[in-house]
């Protein structure tokens, strides 16, 4: 009789569903800047496809639960399961964080997309990431950035950017920045409008112009140099507990892909939209847009060249990530270059791969 009600009491405990998992996620952006919409196209997209029995994604906006620069620790120590973030954050720890977050005069949105989805480019996230106990999935994209938006004084040529103090984010694009004369100041996002507004700094760059118009730019700033040379495209994406996605089932990590990879396509669309209609409302508010000529352009992809070499040499990781960017590239020419004009952006003379190759090594 003990064995009956023990074999039953196993045939019972083997047919109980599984119990839900719950994950707590935040991300790097506060509620005022238009970048938490990729957070919450993903995270509600994520909830729809899943079933509530095996996940519930739990979103809470940024600086609410620690503040954005702890994102990335909070992921890893399993604090948190899952944080939405910017790659280049976390150059400090890898700089191979760098090239998966943005490059100088390089990518533009497709091409990462592209490199992505079909290049090998999610296999480096997932190696980069991994070092830290995270899995990772990229589900946002901008085209370039706006370029620097200045108090006083316009930047028309790069001789303007002598002596300027400038907020700016990223390990090579304060490298390129300093080569052009000027000067790279970092800070968190949410203090760019209180240093413009008191003179701490010239002048900064932060995002595509629907984001820096949601951050009040247009109020402390009166020129716009364009276009965005030091970040022509940028990736975002959600940082995940290994733990946490290993729980899962193959199912339900497949619908959070799925959920990412439909994200990635959507806010292309949605911030070129954005940007586009932010663009009019900058010259609304009196701003003056000031684009370098393409010789200034040629001399800044020169120096860009220059110093990917020299920051991809400093690291094995680095270099393996930009080989791969760069082989993309010259792959992709064979057939963006024969469509022109009718191609996906442009294929630029790029850096030096075969260098680059061998530092991968």
Not at 25 to 53: Q, R, Y
Not at 140 to 150: A, H, K, L
Not at 204 to 227: H, I, L, M, R
Not at 271 to 288: D, L, M
């Amino acid at each position: 009789m003990k064995q009956l009600m023990a074999t039953a009491a196993l045939a019972l405990v083997a047919a109980a569903p599984a119990m839900a998992e719950n994950w707590t996620m935040t991300t790097t952006w506060p509620s005022s800047l238009e970048l938490i919409e990729f957070d919450k196209h993903w995270v509600d997209l994520a909830n729809k496809l899943v079933d509530d029995d095996k996940l519930t994604i739990e979103f809470y906006e940024g600086g609410s639960l620690v503040p954005a620069g702890e994102v990335f620790g909070a992921v890893e120590s399993g604090t948190i399961q899952a944080g939405g973030d910017w790659p280049g954050y976390w150059a400090g720890r890898d700089s191979a964080f760098s090239p998966l977050a943005t490059t100088a005069s390089l990518f533009n949105a497709v091409d990462y997309v592209n490199w992505i989805q079909e290049w090998g480019g999610a296999d480096l996230y997932n190696e980069v990431y991994g070092k830290f106990g995270m899995v990772y999935l990229p589900y946002g994209v901008t085209n370039n950035e706006s370029g620097f938006r200045t108090v006083d004084k316009p930047i028309r040529t790069t001789d303007d950017l002598q002596g300027l103090q400038l907020r700016l984010s990223g390990l090579e694009q304060g490298k390129l920045l300093e080569k052009l004369g000027g000067n790279q100041v970092s800070m968190a996002g949410g203090e760019i409008y209180q240093s413009l507004e008191r003179g701490v700094i010239d002048g900064a760059e932060f995002s595509t112009p629907n984001v820096d118009f949601s951050g009040g730019f247009q109020q402390v700033t009166k020129y716009w140099s364009t276009p965005g040379w030091h970040q022509s495209s940028s990736i975002f994406g959600v940082m995940i507990n290994k733990a946490s996605w290993d729980a899962l089932d193959d199912d339900t990590r497949e619908r959070l892909e799925i959920a990412a990879d439909a994200t990635l396509l959507w806010s292309l669309a949605f911030t070129e939209k954005r940007a586009t209609e932010a663009v009019a409302q900058f010259k609304e508010a009196g701003t003056e847009i000031n684009r370098l000529d393409d010789a200034t352009l040629e001399h800044i992809q020169t120096l860009a060249n220059e110093t990917i070499e020299e920051v991809a040499c400093e690291n094995p990781m680095s270099a393996k990530v930009y080989a791969s960017q760069i082989s993309y590239l010259q792959d992709y020419a064979n057939w963006r270059d024969a469509s022109a004009p009718f191609n996906l952006g442009r294929t630029p003379n790029g850096p030096d791969l075969a260098k680059i190759e061998a530092c991968a090594q």
